[in-house]
């Protein structure tokens, strides 16, 4: 499984950002879809997760202010972000778990402006 994701940038706080996932390879195999980022200092945070079958999962921070969303063959997950706030600046990665493996995919920056 390849990963792509995409759709960081800067943006002022309060605005949104969509993050996207594209998957490839064995799509078929993946079972759980999840973004990460990693902010400079912090150990890397769950920011949202969905599976096959399951409901979305989220970070305590989130808030309500994000959205994990699919296409309809996994090929593409979505991370949708509202309300941005300074303190979101990170870079996101997006992992697909297939079995007992995780892959992972380039991370994407995301910066918030005060």
């Known amino acids: 499984v390849r990963l792509q994701a995409s759709g960081g940038g800067l943006v002022q706080a309060g605005g949104s950002l969509r993050l996207s996932c594209a998957a490839s390879?064995?799509?078929?195999?993946?079972?759980?879809m999840t973004w990460y980022r990693r902010t400079p200092g912090y150990e890397r945070e769950m920011v949202a997760a969905?599976?096959?079958?399951?409901?979305?999962a989220y970070g305590h921070f989130v808030e309500g202010r994000f959205t994990i969303s699919r296409d309809n063959t996994w090929s593409t997950v979505y991370l949708q972000m509202n309300s941005l706030k300074p303190e979101d600046t990170a870079v996101y990665y997006c992992?697909?778990?297939?079995?007992?493996?995780?892959?992972w995919g380039q991370g994407t920056l995301v910066t918030v402006s005060s």
């Open positions: 969905l599976a096959r079958g399951g409901s979305p």
């Open positions: 992992s697909a778990g297939v079995g007992l493996r995780s892959y």
């Open positions: 390879g064995s799509i078929d195999r993946i079972k759980l």
